[in-house]
């Protein structure tokens, strides 16, 4: 592990106990968690993004205000949902995006988590899948994405407006296709990013199930993500991030959230999407030994990056205090330099 980041679902609502009421509450705290997290030394702030829910579910505006106030801090996504988005108009997006926050995004894309609405991509436009997850979809318009962001031409000019001859989008962003991952959720189609080339984004879900730890079948997942990479012929430092709920328990607010049930919780097998699924567990103790988990963690210590779960619903101050508290407790002893020490890069293969 070289550097770390908070990753936020953006919730909102009228909860009880919740410090974040309104989509204005969720837009405007998680700005100002970026900043905090920016002075912290911390390297990334990403953000869940689902549809038809109170959660974050727009996020390029989102990201243009983090980067705006912040200074060397990564700004990204964990996962946007291809399915939902135009694909030339998200590389014109990002594009700018990448321009105004000189290029500190990571951008997770991927066929999304599943949705509280049934095939809700439909009602914004996007139909023809012949798969009811609709990962056909999200794929075939990655494609068209990434086609898009490498400057292929895309379209025939108007020869009353341009010269003859094809155009591609504007703007484009130099070696924006170095900052765009895929969220893979299972071994197989971790390969097929590798064969892609691009960066891979791995969470606390796997949708396979071999009776293994999760973090063993994670790892084997990194492990084969960067054989199919290397075996494509691509070259370079490929990134790769995990994430994981990680709370170091420092204080008496901290094991009244965190204690006891979480330090007792384990791996957990069950049904998500149709697939039999393994899911982390949350890691929750007294720094040195959350120190002496991670490193056991196989997948954590593979990856160069950690993106650390955090309960935005508990407001700015105590989210900045998790990240802190790892910063100052945890993080050094797992390898990690701060965002002042420059950009983050993947491992050599």
């Avoid at 905090?36 to 911390?42: F, L, N, P, Q, R």
């Avoid at 951008?107 to 023809?128: D, M, Q, V």
């Avoid at 989008?169 to 590798?194: K, Y």
Wanted: glycine share 10%; aromatic share 8%; charged share 25%.
């Amino acid at each position: 592990m070289k550097a770390f980041g908070f990753l936020s679902f953006g919730h909102y609502g009228p909860v009880p106990g919740s410090r974040v009421r309104t989509a204005g509450d969720m837009l405007r705290q998680t700005v100002e968690l970026a900043e905090g997290a920016d002075e912290i030394g911390v390297n990334g702030a990403y953000v869940r993004v689902h549809h038809f829910a109170r959660q974050a579910a727009s996020p390029v505006p989102l990201l243009t205000a983090m980067a705006a106030r912040t200074k060397r801090i990564e700004v990204g996504t964990g996962v946007i949902d291809m399915r939902y988005e135009n694909p030339l108009y998200l590389a014109e997006e990002l594009a700018a995006l990448d321009l105004l926050a000189d290029q500190r995004i990571a951008i997770g894309i991927s066929r999304g988590s599943p949705e509280t609405a049934l095939r809700g991509y439909e009602a914004f436009g996007y139909g023809g899948s012949d798969d009811p997850r609709g990962a056909d979809l999200a794929r075939k318009k990655f494609d068209t994405f990434m086609r898009a962001i490498d400057g292929e031409p895309v379209v025939d000019s108007d020869p009353q407006m341009a010269p003859p001859g094809r155009l591609a989008i504007e703007p484009r962003s130099p070696g924006l296709r170095d900052r765009i991952w895929w969220g893979a959720g299972s071994r197989d189609s971790a390969e097929q990013v590798g064969r892609q080339g691009v960066n891979l984004m791995s969470s606390t879900l796997l949708t396979e199930a071999t009776g293994q730890p999760f973090h063993v079948l994670q790892r084997e997942q990194i492990d084969r993500y960067r054989e199919a990479y290397r075996e494509a012929g691509h070259t370079g430092s490929p990134r790769v991030s995990v994430s994981r709920s990680v709370f170091p328990i420092v204080s008496a607010e901290d094991e009244a959230y965190f204690g006891l049930r979480s330090r007792e919780n384990m791996d957990q097998v069950g049904i998500i999407d149709g697939f039999r699924s393994t899911f982390g567990k949350t890691y929750a103790d007294a720094p040195d030994r959350l120190i002496e988990q991670l490193k056991a963690d196989e997948a954590v210590m593979s990856a160069d990056t950690l993106m650390l779960t955090i309960p935005n619903q508990l407001g700015v101050a105590y989210c900045t205090s998790i990240l802190e508290s790892f910063a100052k407790y945890v993080a050094p002893s797992l390898g990690w330099k701060s965002n002042a020490e420059g950009a983050v890069r993947g491992h050599d293969l």
